[in-house]
């Protein structure tokens, strides 16, 4: 992902957010989020780039890390009376915030899961990135050619259409939009910048680039 600042990013990722440094250079910054890794790399100011990151976080923490975001940034509300979005069809709940660019990022358990953790509520709590937003002209087209060259299926829970799909498992999920649809909960316009996501299936290492 790219930042404008490289200093904000790491002011807002590790000393308000709490996540380890595993790497830092003049324009690059890279963060341990649980079994992730979240890098970011300097770009020009302008125009300041904007994607959509979520964190899985185990089942029962949901209100205990709202409250622990909410100490340390504004949780944006999901609709008139409340901040906690109830996904029933994949059996899910999450909340949002923005990092220091207005990225739109997300704090969500999926109970299929099943996990659970003892200890309170911290950065090291987060398990690791479960979505990365991918901005295209074409989602169909997106779609299929990740699907053909990696195998990565459609996500079983849906949904599939033709401005926004979702792709993978409750574990990973590449959520596709089309340029300009509006990202939850803000609604906000996504925008194309590039991204590069590396993961691990069936013990592959695959990488995809996004531009």
């Known amino acids: 992902m ?4 490289i200093a904000a990013t790491k002011a807002f990722y590790y000393e ?3 996540f380890s ?4 250079e003049e324009n690059h910054i890279s963060f341990k989020t649980g079994n992730s890794i979240l890098s970011f790399k300097a770009t020009a100011p302008v125009p300041v780039p904007f994607y959509h990151v979520a964190f899985s976080i185990p089942n029962n923490k949901l209100h205990e890390a709202a409250a622990w975001v909410e100490k340390r940034t504004t949780i944006l509300p999901y609709s008139a009376k409340e901040t906690i979005a109830d996904f029933t069809g994949w059996n899910a709940k999450a909340f949002y915030f923005h990092d220091n ?4 990022l997300e704090f969500i358990t999926h109970f299929d899961l099943d996990t659970n953790d003892q200890t309170p509520f911290s950065a090291a709590s987060v398990e690791s990135i479960c979505e990365i937003g991918i901005v295209t002209d074409n989602v169909s087209k997106t779609c299929e050619a990740i699907k053909s060259k990696y195998n990565i299926p459609y996500f079983v829970k849906g949904p599939l259409m033709q401005d926004f799909a979702v792709m ?3 574990k990973g999920l590449l959520i596709i939009s089309k340029t300009h649809r509006g990202w939850l909960p803000t609604q906000r ?3 194309k910048f590039p991204v590069t996501v590396k993961i ?3 013990g592959n290492d695959i990488e995809l680039l996004s531009d």
Do not use: R
């Open 189 to 191: 316009p996504a925008e």
């Open 168 to 170: 993978g498992d409750s």
């Open 21 to 24: 440094i595993l790497k830092e």
């Open 16 to 18: 308000i957010m709490g």
């Open 200 to 202: 691990e299936i069936n």
């Open 2 to 5: 790219l930042t404008n600042d």
């Open 101 to 104: 660019q207005e990225n739109i």
